[in-house]
């Protein structure tokens, strides 16, 4: 009778896995999910090349052969680059050998060569928005121009280098042998006669600099205001006036992020912050760099003592005590560890969701699931810990927009799924599939390139995003919230401003009060995405600098259109408005998220935050 059993368990476990690894013929929804897909454009597209799309356009490839191309272009056989929207139609012509796209964060307009205006000798270029839209076509011929950072060209013309500004307007002349792009308002150049520093953006020399460093490693920029210098093989930092801020009394330093740097001094690490305070005791052994933008991920910090591997605070506590062999950084409040070869996972407390002694590879969480592998096999877990998808993958990937890109044991095309499992695009749709950015994905059929949307709750729609304005960037005068807050019944001072007749908060700041109540949240930054995340439930990282009163004087604002807000994986809308270099957002959008009352007293003139009872518009 107990072998009966065996086998009828195993048969219903056959049949399981087996139910699960069918493709249905062409299914393009889930029903358990409510993620849809749909085709925006069929494959019918001879790119040789595509690249992801940012801010709705996608750089692509195309042989020559194929492009119809103004006939002083030089070009056989080689690859010409140019832009096309969500549909996957040009924006800009695919005439160019090099495009500087996408775009950085920071900026809203990018330079590409006119060829369809002849230039005398040297190059005609055009200004471009996000939305491929010319704002500025150039009458003057350069040599070459670089792509903009912190709001500046750097143009060629034979020997010598300068800059144009967003609006084509050549502020700096162009008089230097070499010049350095802008950072934080300054380039580093060299003129005729040899000398080396630093100008602003209106061309005034602001102070000579000569860097002792290899060319290489020379880190001539400035970030958080301040640079990094080295001096009789010791390492400091400059403030923007040439004035040592921090002194030369390091081995090794990198460069601020967000800020803080990480230092060496006797074979030591630790972490100091822009006044040259200790915020990490300079005493371990190694500080993982979390890519180039950031040594602390959701107020996390990973340091190595002994060969070991823990995590501190930006207080520099001790909050999870050095005993792995490996970490990795920490993203929507779970961190990858390892021991003797083999991964789990730790919350931000140190508990052991996921002990590192069954998985033999653990990917970052992504919308709330991780990849995990064992014996060649992928699936999915959640924050519990809990198997959600079985491990029957030979390639995964982590979940965007509700879907993962898989590929099965026996390596079949990829396909597409949703959280629960089920085939959301077949393996015999499509030669290739790509990933999903801002919600679209490139598919290949026969050499031909189309595209995928995303059109359910998987958060994306196929409208094109935002055009900036035409340069520069408007921005107004706001005034402070001459209102009272009330938190939870507690008088409570915010620096906020009133914009259009509503109040606008710093988003740490609205976490740091409601923290510790049921309806809290904590904030991080995901330097991949380039977004504030938000995670709800988890208690609030406290950074340092949050509650500090305004002054009440009045600002300038401009809307940030550029932020990117999401909550436990999934992009959310949020107004929010860049004043005195901090985003603040509006009140009432944040306390919906988290469903907390927002009431007003007219009579008083007072704004209550109540984290006991429900938002209601």
């Known amino acids: 009778m107990r072998k009966t059993n065996i086998i009828i368990s195993l048969l219903i476990t056959v049949t399981m896995l087996t139910a699960a690894l069918i493709i249905p013929a062409t299914p393009q929804a889930s029903a358990a999910s409510g993620v849809t897909v749909e085709e925006l454009t069929p494959p019918s597209f001879k790119y040789s090349w595509v690249n992801p799309h940012k801010d709705g356009l996608a750089k692509v490839k195309m042989s020559s052969a194929y492009v119809d191309h103004p006939q002083y272009i030089f070009a056989t056989s080689e690859n010409l680059e140019g832009l096309v929207d969500r549909t996957g139609n040009v ?51 350069y040599t070459h121009i670089d792509a903009f950072r912190d709001g500046m060209a750097r143009v ?8 144009i500004d967003v609006t084509g307007a050549e502020v700096v002349p162009l008089i230097y042998t070499t010049a350095r792009d802008f950072h934080s308002g300054l380039a580093l150049v060299t003129t005729v006669e040899g000398d080396e520093g630093f100008i602003d953006k209106s061309g005034k020399w602001v102070f000579t600099y000569k860097c002792e460093m290899h060319s290489y490693s020379c880190n001539c920029y400035f970030s958080d205001g301040l640079m990094q210098f080295k001096r009789d093989e010791k390492y400091g930092f400059y403030n923007k006036t040439g004035a040592v801020a921090i002194p030369a009394i390091y081995e090794s330093a990198s460069h ?10 006797n074979g030591k690490m630790g972490i100091i912050g822009v006044d040259g305070s200790i915020i990490v005791p300079i005493k371990y052994d190694a500080i993982l760099d979390f ?10 910090a990973a340091v190595r003592l002994d060969n070991k591997w823990g995590f501190v605070d930006k207080t520099g506590k001790v909050v999870i005590t050095p005993k792995y062999d490996e970490v990795g950084e920490f993203k929507e409040g779970m961190a990858v560890v390892g021991k003797g070869g083999m991964k789990g996972v730790i919350d931000k407390t140190g508990k052991e969701i996921v002990a590192p002694d069954y998985y033999s590879t653990i990917y970052k969480f992504s919308e709330g699931l991780a990849v995990v592998i064992r014996d060649g096999k992928a699936g999915y877990i959640d924050k519990t810990g809990a198997v959600v998808i079985p491990l029957q993958y030979g390639v995964p990937g982590s979940f965007k927009n509700g879907l993962a890109l898989v590929k099965t044991i026996n390596g079949t095309p990829s396909f597409l799924i949703d959280k629960t499992g089920a085939v959301i695009v077949p393996p015999d749709k499509y030669d290739e599939i790509r990933e999903f950015s801002e919600g679209l994905a490139w598919v290949k059929k026969g050499g031909l390139w189309g595209i995928l949307a995303v059109t359910g709750s998987g958060g994306t729609t196929t409208a094109p ?23 939870n019944g507690t008088e409570t001072r915010f620096e906020a401003y009133i914009i259009g007749g509503n109040n606008y908060f710093k988003l740490r700041d609205l976490a740091l009060a409601v923290s510790g109540t049921e309806k809290q949240f904590d904030v991080g930054w995901d330097a991949e995405t380039k977004a504030i995340t938000l995670m709800g439930g988890m208690p609030y990282t406290i950074i340092g600098g949050e509650m500090q009163p305004g002054d009440g004087i009045p600002k300038r604002a401009a809307l940030n259109k550029d932020i990117i807000i999401s909550l436990d994986g999934k992009i959310v809308e949020i107004t929010a408005y860049l004043i005195g270099g901090n985003n603040f957002v509006k009140l009432r959008d944040v306390m919906k998220l988290f469903d907390v009352g927002v009431t007003w007293d007219a009579g008083t003139r007072s704004i209550g935050i109540d984290t006991s009872i429900k938002y209601m518009e």
């Open 291 to 300: 890519g180039s933008e950031a040594l602390f991920r959701e107020g996390m």
């Open 91 to 141: 924006v800009v012509p695919i005439w160019h050998s090099y495009l500087h796209y996408p775009i950085a964060s920071s900026e809203d307009y990018l330079i590409v060569e006119d060829y369809t205006r002849v230039a005398k000798t040297l190059s005609l270029y055009n200004i471009l928005d996000k939305s491929g839209k010319v704002v500025k076509e150039l009458q003057i011929e």
């Open 256 to 265: 601020f992020m967000e800020g803080t740097a990480k230092v060496k001094v």
């Open 465 to 487: 995003p935002t055009q900036p304005a035409t340069p520069p960037p408007v921005t107004f005068t706001v005034q402070a919230t001459p209102s009272t807050v009330f938190v």
């Open 156 to 163: 060629q013309r034979g020997s010598y280098y300068g800059f």
